[in-house]
T-cell receptor, first 113, second 114 residues
Framework: NAGVTQTPKFRILKIGQSMTLQCTQDMNHNYMYWYRQDPGMGLKLIYYSVGAGITDKGEVPNGYNVSRSTTEDFPLRLELAAPSQTSVYFC????????????FGSGTRLTVV | QKEVEQNSGPLSVPEGAIASLNCTYSDRGSQSFFWYRQYSGKSPELIMSIYSNGDKEDGRFTAQLNKASQYVSLLIRDSQPSDSATYLCAVRFRGSSNDYKLSFGAGTTVTVRA
């Protein structure tokens, strides 16, 4: 059971480039989330999804886009990368009964130069 | 977004001592509370969850919840060097737009001195 898988683990982007962060879960969880974590700032919610075809914005959605075509996959798209998007990105999932908490992926460390 | 506040630390404790971490939250209607441990360079790992007032114990960890005072705490007994990490408090807020996600505190960094 792989849990939540994120790729890539590391990436360096130039300003203005675009990329997609991949996230896949094999636990049949309905809910999926994207967070970014900056040093000393905690986790900030970017986007989330409560099921295939349904997505919504979190606290810091600007500069990002998501899609949820299947239960398993929840990719995060960065358009026109900026230095402010340098961060560690975590994907997480949870069952519909959120009292169980989240399962996190291993993270993607992104640097925009 | 609802607020979750933690002391950022760092909290330094000697090996074998009790580490005490506190967390306060803004929404009185909050229902579920979680503690995550995050080692440097790693992803958060769920270590405790608590839903009712009182204490919940799991091994060397005890979570305490006081909804009237809107705080939740984590005690780590017999602290070990392997407990050195950042501990994140997370709170599930009620409400139709908040039913599906947690809000996280900034974390408290704990260092256990050998």
């Amino acid at each position: 059971n792989a849990g939540v898988t994120q790729t890539p683990k590391f990436r360096i982007l130039k300003i203005g480039q675009s990329m997609t962060l991949q996230c896949t879960q094999d636990m049949n969880h309905n809910y999926m989330y994207w967070y970014r974590q900056d040093p000393g700032m905690g986790l900030k919610l970017i986007y989330y999804s409560v099921g295939a075809g349904i997505t919504d914005k979190g606290e810091v959605p600007n500069g990002y886009n998501v899609s949820r075509s299947t239960t398993e996959d929840f990719p995060l798209r960065l358009e026109l990368a900026a230095p402010s998007q340098t961060s560690v990105y975590f994907c997480a999932s949870s069952p519909k009964t959120i009292n169980y908490g989240y399962t996190f992926g291993s993270g993607t460390r992104l640097t925009v130069v | 977004q609802k607020e979750v506040e933690q002391n950022s630390g760092p909290l330094s404790v000697p090996e074998g001592a009790i580490a005490s971490l506190n967390c306060t939250y803004s929404d009185r209607g909050s229902q579920s509370f979680f503690w995550y441990r995050q080692y440097s360079g790693k992803s958060p790992e769920l270590i405790m969850s608590i839903y009712s007032n009182g204490d919940k114990e799991d091994g060397r960890f005890t979570a305490q919840l006081n909804k009237a005072s809107q705080y939740v705490s984590l005690l780590i007994r017999d602290s070990q060097p392997s407990d050195s990490a950042t501990y994140l408090c997370a709170v599930r807020f009620r409400g139709s737009s908040n039913d599906y996600k947690l809000s996280f505190g900034a974390g408290t960094t704990v260092t256990v001195r050998a």
